[in-house]
C-alpha cells in the first residue's frame, strides 16, 4: 500500500466516461453474446475446432494491424466519426456472420465455403471494425485526466465493463440459445452494435482535445518506456486467449455434456470469471493504492496461480475456484498494464500507444486461439500446461525486469506536462 496522501481518482466530466462504457458495453455485448455458444455452435454446423480457432486468430490479426490508424486517426478526427463508421462495420460483418450460420447449420453451405465465410466475417471484417474501440475510447479518457490514478481508475473501467459485458453476453446469449437455439444470440448480436451508433449519435458530445492533434507520433513496439508493460500483457493475453476458446471445449470433454448444456454451463462459469473480472478493475485496483507496476506484477502471479488449479480440475468446485482467480488476477493486471505506459507519454503519443496497446492484446489473439485449439486436440492436458508456463515466464519477468523493478518502488505520479 502507498504511504502517500489518497490520490484523485476522480474523471473531470469532459471525459464523459460513463456514456463511452455504455456505449463500449453495447459494442461488445455483439461479440460476447458468442462466447457460450461457439463450442457447440460450430460442431453444429459441422466445422472442426481449428476453424473457429483460425476465425478468432484472423480476427486478432487484423485487430493487431489496425490498432494503430485507428487509435492515431481518433485524434485527427475525433471519437464519434471514428467509432459510428467501426461499430456499423461490425453490424454488417455480424449480420452476415448470422446469415453464413443459419445456412450452414441447416446443411446448405458447408465445406470449405463455410470456413470460408466464417472466417471472412467473424474473422477478417469484424476484427478490422471491433479493433477500433480500445484504441479510440482509451485515447480519449486518457487526454482527459491527469494523475496516474485517474487514469488506473479510467481504464480499468474499460475492463471492468468488458467484464460486465461477458456477464451480461454469457447470461443473455447462454438463455437465447436454451429458449430459441443457436440462431437467436446470432440474430442478437448485430442489433446491439446497431444500438451503439444510436447512443454515440444521440449523445455524445465531441471535444476538440482530440481533434487539434494534427500529426500523432507514432510509437515503436520496443520504446523502453512500454515495453516492459507489452511483454507481460502479450504473455498474459495469450493465456487469457486460449483459455477463452478452448473452455468450452474442456467443460463438454471434462463432464462430457451435451451442446445446450455445455452453452449453459459454460456461461455459468464465465459470468463467475467475468464478476471477479469487474470487481478487480472497478473496485480492487483503485481502492488498493498499488501503483501500475505493482497491479502488473501480482495480478499475473493470481492468474498463473488460477491456471495451476484448472488444470487438474475434474470437479465443477475446483473449476469455479480457477475460472475466479483467473478473473480477479487479470482483473487486477489489466490496469496496471494499459495505465503504466501512458504516464510518461505526451498528448500527442497517446494515440499511437493506445493502439499499441490493442494490437498488442491482438497479436495474443492471433497466437493463442489457433495454437492452443490445436494443442488441444492432441491433449488438454498439454495447453493448459502450456498456458500455466507462460504465465510463470511473466511473472518472472514482472519482478526481474530492471525497468519495472524501478518503478514499483515510485507512487503515484502526477501526470507530466502535455499529457492533459
Wanted: charged share 10%.
Amino acid at each position: 500500500m502507498s504511504n502517500t496522501p489518497k490520490a484523485d481518482t476522480k474523471l473531470p466530466a469532459s471525459a464523459q466516461a460513463p456514456l463511452l462504457y455504455a456505449i463500449l458495453m453495447l459494442a461488445l455485448m455483439g461479440q460476447m453474446l458468442l462466447s457460450p455458444i461457439i463450442a457447440p455452435l460450430a460442431r453444429e454446423m459441422g466445422l472442426a475446432e481449428w476453424h473457429i480457432g483460425l476465425t478468432i486468430s484472423l480476427a486478432a490479426i487484423m485487430l493487431a494491424f489496425t490498432s494503430g490508424p485507428w487509435g492515431r486517426a481518433s485524434q485527427v478526427y475525433g471519437v464519434r466519426p471514428i467509432l459510428t463508421t467501426a461499430m456499423s462495420l461490425g453490424a454488417i460483418a455480424l449480420g452476415v456472420f448470422a446469415l453464413i450460420a443459419h445456412y450452414g447449420m441447416r446443411g446448405i453451405w458447408a465445406g470449405t465455403a463455410l470456413a470460408l465465410g466464417v472466417v471472412l466475417t467473424r474473422g477478417i471484417l469484424y476484427g478490422c471494425a471491433i479493433s477500433a474501440l480500445n484504441p479510440t475510447i482509451q485515447t480519449h479518457l486518457v487526454t482527459h485526466t491527469t494523475t496516474e490514478a485517474q487514469r488506473v481508475k479510467a481504464v480499468g473501467g474499460m475492463g471492468a465493463v468488458t467484464g460486465l459485458s461477458s456477464v451480461i453476453g454469457a447470461v443473455v446469449g447462454g438463455s437465447l440459445a436454451a429458449i430459441g437455439g443457436l440462431m437467436m444470440p446470432l440474430t442478437v448480436m448485430p442489433l446491439l452494435m446497431v444500438a451503439g451508433v444510436v447512443v454515440l449519435w444521440v449523445k455524445f458530445k465531441e471535444t476538440k482535445a482530440l481533434s487539434e492533434v494534427e500529426k500523432p507520433v507514432k510509437l515503436s513496439y520496443f520504446d523502453s518506456r512500454a515495453f516492459p508493460f507489452l511483454v507481460v500483457g502479450l504473455l498474459l493475453f495469450i493465456v487469457f486467449g486460449a483459455l477463452g476458446v478452448i473452455f468450452g471445449f474442456l467443460i463438454q470433454d471434462r463432464f462430457a455434456l451435451d451442446a445446450r448444456t455445455t452453452a449453459s454451463v459454460t456461461a455459468a462459469y464465465m459470468v463467475g470469471l467475468s464478476i471477479a473480472l469487474i470487481v478487480a478493475q472497478a473496485i480492487a485496483a483503485p481502492k488498493l493504492g498499488w501503483n501500475s507496476v505493482q497491479l502488473l506484477r501480482r495480478g499475473v502471479a493470481i492468474t498463473a496461480l488460477a491456471v495451476a488449479v484448472i488444470l487438474p480440475a475434474h470437479s465443477y468446485t475446483l473449476m469455479a475456484i480457477g475460472t475466479i482467480l483467473f478473473g480477479f488476477g487479470g482483473g487486477l493486471m489489466m490496469p496496471g498494464y494499459n495505465a503504466g505506459p501512458t504516464i510518461h507519454m505526451s498528448n500527442r503519443e497517446q494515440g499511437s500507444l493506445a493502439g499499441l496497446i490493442n494490437a498488442n492484446n491482438g497479436l495474443a489473439y492471433a497466437i493463442a486461439p489457433v495454437t492452443f485449439t490445436a494443442l488441444y486436440g492432441w491433449s488438454p492436458y498439454a495447453a493448459l500446461g502450456l498456458g500455466l508456463a507462460l504465465l510463470i515466464v511473466a511473472t518472472t519477468f514482472a519482478y526481474l525486469h530492471p525497468t519495472l523493478r524501478k518503478l514499483a518502488q515510485t507512487t503515484q505520479p502526477a501526470v507530466g506536462e502535455g499529457a492533459q
